[in-house]
């Protein structure tokens, strides 16, 4: 079993800065693409930032230049850096990561149980 646990999500006032962190724990031989999807009220779920194995980034034009994707393959664990945070920013912050468990077996996501931010004054 492989979970993704979210933590950093707070309320921030606009112009301010948070850093969410995601680790993956459970049976787990590799991860490739790891990513952050944000869902705010009303809204469908969409993509913020991913990042590969391999340190390939990209980001939701919305917040290119304001929010960094790092990953520590190490600790199996993704990080957010957001700056400069707008409330269009508010949404719950899902963690998503493409995990093998065995050398041969294919890969599955899954996804965290999300963490909230708040961008209001």
């Known amino acids: 079993q492989v979970q993704l646990v979210e933590s950093g999500g707070g309320l921030v006032q606009p112009g301010g800065s948070l850093r969410l962190s995601c680790a993956a724990s459970?049976?787990?031989?590799?991860?490739?693409?790891m990513a952050w999807y944000r869902q705010a009220p009303g809204k469908q779920r969409e993509l913020v930032a991913a990042?590969?194995?391999?340190?390939?980034?990209n980001y939701a034009d919305s917040v290119h230049g304001r929010f960094t994707i790092s990953r520590d393959n190490t600790k199996n664990t993704v990080y957010l850096q957001m700056n400069s945070l707008k409330p269009e920013d508010t949404a719950v912050y899902y963690c998503n990561g493409w995990v093998r468990i065995t050398r041969q077996g294919r890969e599955n996501n899954y996804w965290g149980q999300g963490t909230q931010v708040t961008v209001s004054s």
């Open positions: 459970g049976s787990i031989f590799s991860i490739s693409t």
């Open positions: 990042i590969t194995s391999g340190g390939s980034t």
